[in-house]
């Protein structure tokens, strides 16, 4: 099941950003192809920079990696509620907030990459677990439909924009 199957009913169109940039792959290779090419780029950038900002105001690198983190774990209990039936209304998130108050600069790089490894491995997992008929589930986010499987590809081509942000203006 690839990318080109999902129908516009599935998520908001705010997300076809991401969703255009999650590549033509299924949602196992993608996720895990994704996840792997997002830690050697990480892991090879200077530790000199993991702190920077290319301007006041936005986030470091190390923030960046706690957004991705962060965001996926987000939109993965949104997929394994939709999955599972449950009827809530989720809201939308501050990711601003969570940033602020994070303190990814005060922790190692090893330590967020161990966290992001665990937390990709863990929505492998549970995305390989969910039958066709969970991953077109549509469950209701942000006040827009959604369903797992849109998840799966906003969490790829999501984090291939922070990527692409931080090789054009950090680097």
């Known amino acids: 099941m690839t990318k080109e199957d999902l129908s516009i009913n599935e ?31 990480l892991e090879s ?3 000199e920079k993991l702190e920077s900002r290319y301007q006041e105001g936005k986030w470091t690198i190390k923030e960046i990696i706690q957004h991705l983190i962060d965001t996926e774990r987000v939109f993965a209990y949104r997929a394994l509620c939709i999955a599972r039936k449950d009827k809530t209304l989720f809201p939308g998130y501050d990711q601003d907030a ?5 303190e990814a600069n005060k922790r190692s790089m090893s330590s967020l990459m161990n966290e992001y490894k665990t937390v990709r491995l863990a929505s492998i997992i549970m995305f390989e677990s969910f039958s066709y008929g969970m991953l077109t ?27 692409e942000i931080i090789k054009e203006r950090y680097l």
């Open 11 to 41: 998520y908001n169109p705010y997300y076809q950003q991401y969703i255009q940039k999650a590549g033509d792959v299924s949602i196992s290779v993608g996720l895990k192809d994704n996840g792997d090419a997002t830690v050697l780029f």
């Open 45 to 47: 950038i200077p530790e």
């Open 98 to 102: 969570y940033v602020v108050s994070c």
């Open 137 to 163: 589930r549509i469950g209701v986010a942000s006040n827009s439909h959604l369903s797992p499987r849109a998840v799966a590809f906003i969490t790829i081509g999501h984090e291939n924009h922070h990527c």
